[in-house]
T-cell receptor, first 111, second 113 residues
Framework: TQLLEQSPQFLSIQEGENLTVYCNSSSVFSSLQWYRQEPGEGPVLLVT?????EVKKLKRLTFQFGDARKDSSLHITAAQPGDTGLYLCAGLNTNAGKSTFGDGTTLTVKP | NAGVTQTPKFRILKIGQSMTLQCTQDMNHNYMYWYRQDPGMGLKLIYYSVGAGITDKGEVPNGYNVSRSTTEDFPLRLELAAPSQTSVYFCASNRDRIGHTIYFGEGSWLTVV
């Protein structure tokens, strides 16, 4: 079983602060995705990274895929209350045909 | 497009009862999944299907069954419900395995008492 460990599990910060959440595994993934989930809703895709070392930016969010394709990070600059939610990473193994999800990081941004 | 639609939204079951969670998608996706999510946790894969007539077990299949008679529908059956099956269930689909977006339904909140 491929495992994805996310850290920290919980993060509470003030508006305007920066933060980084991590997604680590001992396994290599074909690609990795980050999702954001708000209470009472299903997860929504933020980004997919495919190439080792790849960096993608989405406004104030920066996603990085590790060179060995075993880990990833999500950095948020100047966090806003609207960023509050559960952030999930999902590693895709092409051969297995399915994704493995981490347990998520619950982010709370206080105004 | 409706995307992924799952019903019911909420359900309370008594221990030992059975029920089916319905899931349908209108995107002509080959891959469909059922996940469960316990409070504050990530998603655990119950079953998945790579196409009509094909299903496979995920991480936590015990106590569940699925079928995939059509591309659109992927119902999840709970037999002999147990309190441990109290959770939020998400149906999802994607076009194929190569990193495409997984589209999720809105979730079904199930409580077994």
């Amino acid at each position: 079983t491929q495992l994805l460990e996310q850290s920290p599990q919980f993060l509470s910060i003030q508006e305007g602060e920066n933060l980084t959440v991590y997604c680590n595994s001992s396994s290599v993934f074909s690609s990795l995705q980050w999702y954001r989930q708000e209470p009472g809703e299903g997860p929504v895709l933020l980004v997919t990274v495919v190439t080792g070392g790849e960096v993608k930016k989405l406004k104030r969010l920066t996603f990085q895929f590790g060179d060995a394709r075993k880990d990833s990070s999500l950095h948020i600059t100047a966090a806003q209350p609207g960023d509050t939610g559960l952030y999930l990473c999902a590693g895709l193994n092409t051969n297995a045909g399915k994704s493995t999800f981490g347990d998520g990081t619950t982010l709370t941004v206080k105004p | 497009n409706a995307g992924v639609t799952q019903t019911p939204k909420f359900r309370i079951l008594k221990i030992g009862q059975s029920m089916t969670l319905q899931c349908t998608q209108d995107m002509n996706h080959n891959y469909m999944y059922w996940y469960r999510q316990d409070p504050g946790m990530g998603l655990k894969l119950i079953y998945y299907s790579v196409g009509a007539g094909i299903t496979d077990k995920g991480e936590v299949p015990n106590g569940y069954n699925v079928s995939r008679s059509t591309t659109e529908d992927f119902p999840l059956r709970l037999e002999l419900a147990a309190p441990s099956q109290t959770s939020v269930y998400f149906c999802a689909s994607n076009r194929d395995r190569i990193g495409h977006t997984i589209y999720f339904g809105e979730g079904s909140w199930l409580t077994v008492v």
